[in-house]
């Protein structure tokens, strides 16, 4: 995206207005993931209730092994729940360094004039947004691009994977 359209410093009304919108984005994506991880959860526990036992066959594990994807997907289950949690409560604050919560922009200094736009949050990173027209991806602080960003300001130069990047904006 070119920078004018990430361009809202100064404006904190329509920083917030984007901060409430890629944070409602989020929340929905991670809420429609939930759903989908239940109905396959109760796919599996009720293919593995369904399948013989060690009894009826010996050479057929099936039943142990939907057991175990099962218990995956619960597991997942509580991680997206506690993220979504997590997300819900999360303030809308404008930001002056890289931390938790910040949107913010880089761009490759001599490269093309293309942005990447973050979004740092602590939980449910890795989902690709759409707000406006503006492409934001989540990541978490463990994200190597965050841990490179992280407690960055504006205007602050950093190499990341051989590439000299520059912080464009945050809020």
Known sequence: MPSESFNLQGDQESSMSLKKQVLQQLVERLETNLKMLITSRDDKREMARDAPSANQSHSDTSKSQLSIIQLGLDSKKIEVEKAIS???????????????????????????????????????????????????????????????????????????????????NIF
């Open 86 to 168: 997590l997300l819900k409560q999360m303030p809308i604050n404008i930001y002056s360094k890289i931390t938790p919560g910040a949107i913010f922009a880089i761009s490759e200094i001599g490269g093309n004039s293309e942005e990447d736009n973050y979004f740092l949050v602590p939980v449910g990173g890795g989902e690709e947004l759409d707000i406006n027209n503006l492409n934001i991806v989540s990541i978490t602080p463990q994200a190597p691009i965050a841990r490179a960003c992280l407690q960055k300001n504006k205007g602050d130069i950093f190499v990341f994977q051989g590439r000299k990047l520059k912080i464009t």
